[in-house]
C-alpha cells in the first residue's frame, strides 16, 4: 500500500485534460512495471515514456472523441470542483485492456495481502 495525493488540473497540449498524482512510491511502480513488461526500445519510449513519465489520471481526451470546446470545458469544471483532496492510501492495482472502445479489467493486485514491499 502506498500514499497518493491529487495535485491539479493540467492539459497535455491540446488534446488531453488529466488530474496530476502525486506519490513517493509512484515512480518506481511504473519503472517496475515498465521492467516486467520488457517492451522494445521504441515501444519503451512511446508508450511508457521512462523518465519523462508524468503519473496523472486522465479526465478526458480527444482521442476518446472531445473537442477542444469541451475538454477546455472540463477542465474549467475540473478546477473549481476537484480540489482540496486528502491524500488517500492506494490498496489495490487494477490493469485494464482497452478493447475497441472500453477498458476491461484484465487482473487486480490487492497491496494488503501481496505487501508493498514486493512490489516496491
Known sequence: ???????????????VVYLGVESDRIHVLHRKIVEAISPNPENSR?????DLYEPHLTLGSKEFGMSEVEL?????????FL??????????????KLSETK????HEIDLKQTGSDKIF
Open 72 to 80: 477546455s470545458e472540463m477542465k474549467k469544471l475540473a478546477n473549481n
Open 103 to 106: 477498458y476491461q479489467k484484465i
Open 1 to 15: 500500500m502506498f500514499n497518493l495525493s491529487l495535485k491539479g488540473v493540467k492539459p497535455f497540449g491540446n488534446s
Open 46 to 50: 512511446r508508450y511508457y515514456e521512462l
Open 83 to 96: 480540489h482540496g483532496f486528502q491524500p488517500f492510501i492506494v490498496k489495490s492495482l487494477k490493469i485494464y
